[in-house]
């Protein structure tokens, strides 16, 4: 007998339906305010690249988030997080299998997920989802059940299957059956260690409600900084094209691309007494002078 | 959870641009900005996608476009292999579906409830191909030509079950040989691999050993590729913890033919007390035997 497992890290080509995005936005690193999250529709700022050879097939692995400047056009840091999409619902049963009564899974009732999610519970189609839970008295401080997950082995549709235990008790069981709505997943672990036969994994309770998590991409974070300088508008203060007008002493530094990027009024403070110049002072102008236009200025 | 940090100038997404239409005179004549002019955006960034003249830019159905600052980045996914599901039955759906849904996809489905086997069938291949014409003896007749030569016989059905299947040729010429491999007596034609070995065109090549090999050139023809009803099933597919990870069921090996990685030590041994008689040193397994 050979046994082994392979793995590999592939380029996603997740659909964008699998997806939830949420942001959130400290004007510095100093805030004191506790991070509050902002949920995007991945199908607005999320969008895939096809493979240039053919068009309609996805590249894999290369998305373009696409951040509109109404929410990002402030300076500041902006945590962006991309994760596979969760799915909330209750967990309907725990049971056994009739023919594998060593098989234990737990039963979700497909009617209760919405409509645009259910071919996600198709037979076979769960398989390496994530299954979190929620504790079943919330409201005692955190609801979730940290550090706790399971993974999703198989689902099939399943009926229950009434079995007489031979006294006025009969436990339930279930078989595959498609004409169900009821679904039957295996998930891992949940199957006792050899060297704790009686330590069965804890895999949910009927009626609990659990978080469903596709696995279809590893989550990332941005952080993205929204700045005002960097060194390429720096230099334009060093090398690109700048007027003084002598008039009216309105100095113009331009981008590279002979737009007005900054303006300043260069004035003297002298002493009112005597008419001693005291300063010279470059005091930037909001209100723009649009007479000092570059290409205005040196035509002539 | 993969880290991503970037710096973006909110600079390059900034207006520069002061378009004429937002120029006005003042009450002392001079040029000044009317920047309650809605096409005046200098030192903003919009919201939406202008043009130089402070315009909307439009799509080809007049909406405006979401101004954006665009963020690259990489997605991957990482898997491990699951090991060994096995197969259950399972009660079909009693209303069985008689079209399949749009795109119909295994794979993006599962196995859709309702969705009848035939729904997962594709249509047939034709497989093609070359190889070496160690399977040319297989149909040979049993008489021989005065030179030796065995004699192939057009429609001779050599098979070891006769009454099912159909081995032999079926064209025979001074260039080729046309013979029928697997098929089904009751149509010859479409099924089975049929081979055509050229009677004067030889292949050469080397083998593993480096020695020199040359054949009859033998090209192959199969046109039943594909999922059909004697490949396919539909079985619910269960994971047995016990199995996870494990890539094949635990076999349980005979005292004498002990595995050792991927040879067996006996395994050649094992395969000379198949042969029984001499021309099952040429058709064996193919003609894995070389003399």
């Known amino acids: 007998m050979a046994t082994g497992n392979y793995g590999t890290i592939r380029p996603a080509d997740v659909s964008i339906d699998d997806v939830e995005i949420f942001y959130s936005y400290t004007p510095n690193r100093e805030s004191l305010t506790t991070v ?13 690249a096809n493979n240039p050879n053919n068009v309609n097939e996805i590249f894999g692995g290369l998305y373009t988030l696409k951040l509109p400047t109404s929410v990002f056009g402030s300076k500041g840091f902006y945590s962006i997080v991309i994760r596979p999409k969760q799915i909330r619902t209750t967990i309907q049963d725990c049971a056994v299998l009739v023919d594998n009564q060593d098989v234990k899974g737990i039963v979700f009732d497909i009617n209760q997920i919405p409509l645009e999610l259910q071919n996600r519970f198709e037979n076979g189609n769960l398989v390496g989802y994530r299954i979190e839970y929620i504790k079943e008295q919330t409201g005692t401080g955190q609801d979730k059940i940290q550090n706790l997950f399971r993974i999703v082995t198989s689902n099939n549709r399943a009926l229950p299957i009434s079995q007489n235990q ?3 008790n009969a436990s339930q069981a279930y078989t595959f059956n498609d004409n169900s709505t009821s679904v039957f997943c295996t998930v891992s672990p949940s199957s006792a260690p050899s060297v704790k036969p009686n330590a069965i994994p804890f895999i949910g309770n009927p009626l609990q409600d659990v978080i469903i998590t596709n696995t279809f991409f590893n989550p990332v974070m941005l952080e993205i900084e929204m700045v005002e300088f960097d060194e390429e508008t720096l230099a334009y203060a060093l090398f690109s094209n700048q007027t003084k007008s002598l008039e009216d002493g309105i100095y113009t530094i331009y981008n590279f691309g002979n737009q007005i990027y900054r303006q300043y009024n260069l004035y003297e403070v002298k002493d009112q007494f005597t008419g001693k110049p005291l300063y010279e002072v470059r005091e930037q102008k909001f209100t723009i002078d649009p007479t000092k236009d570059f290409d205005d200025i040196t035509n002539f | 959870m993969e880290y991503i940090r970037k710096k973006i100038n909110l600079e390059y997404h900034t207006v520069r641009n002061i378009p004429k239409s937002v120029l006005i005179k003042n009450s002392e004549g001079k040029t000044v900005i ?7 955006y200098y030192g903003k960034i919009p919201d939406y996608k202008i043009d130089s003249e402070g315009n909307f830019i439009l799509t080809p159905l007049g909406q405006k476009i979401v101004n954006t600052i665009d963020v690259t980045l990489f997605l991957t996914q990482d898997i491990d292999d699951m090991g060994i599901f096995t197969d259950e039955p399972f009660v079909p759906k009693s209303s069985q579906l008689t079209i399949k849904p749009n795109n119909f996809n295994s794979f993006t489905y599962g196995r859709l409830a309702g969705a009848p086997v035939s729904f997962y069938y594709t249509n047939s291949v034709t497989v093609s191909g070359y190889t070496d014409d160690s399977l040319l003896k297989q149909v040979k007749s049993y008489r021989k030509d005065s030179q030796g030569n065995d004699i192939y016989v057009p429609n001779l059905n050599v098979s070891n079950n006769p009454k099912d299947n159909f081995n032999g040729v079926i064209y025979e010429s001074n260039f080729e040989t046309v013979y029928k491999i697997g098929s089904n007596n009751s149509n010859v034609q479409s099924t089975g691999v049929e081979f055509t070995t050229f009677k004067n065109q030889f292949t050469k090549t080397v083998d593993e050993y480096g020695k020199s090999l040359s054949y009859n050139t033998t090209k192959f023809v199969s046109k039943n590729g594909g999922w059909n ?12 913890e016990e199995y996870l990870g494990v890539v094949f069921k635990p076999e349980v090996d005979s005292a004498v033919f002990i595995n050792r990685g991927i040879e067996d030590i006996f395994e050649r041994h094992g395969i000379l007390s198949e042969i029984k008689t001499s021309n099952d040193i040429d058709t064996n397994r193919g003609g894995f035997i070389r003399i």
């Open chain 1, 166 to 168: 031979g006294n006025s």
């Open chain 1, 36 to 48: 509050e999250l902002q949920s995007l529709d991945p199908a607005e700022v999320l969008i895939p």
């Open chain 2, 34 to 40: 009317d920047e309650s002019n809605p096409k005046y």
């Open chain 2, 229 to 240: 009803q004697y490949n396919t099933s539909l079985n619910a597919s269960l994971k047995k």
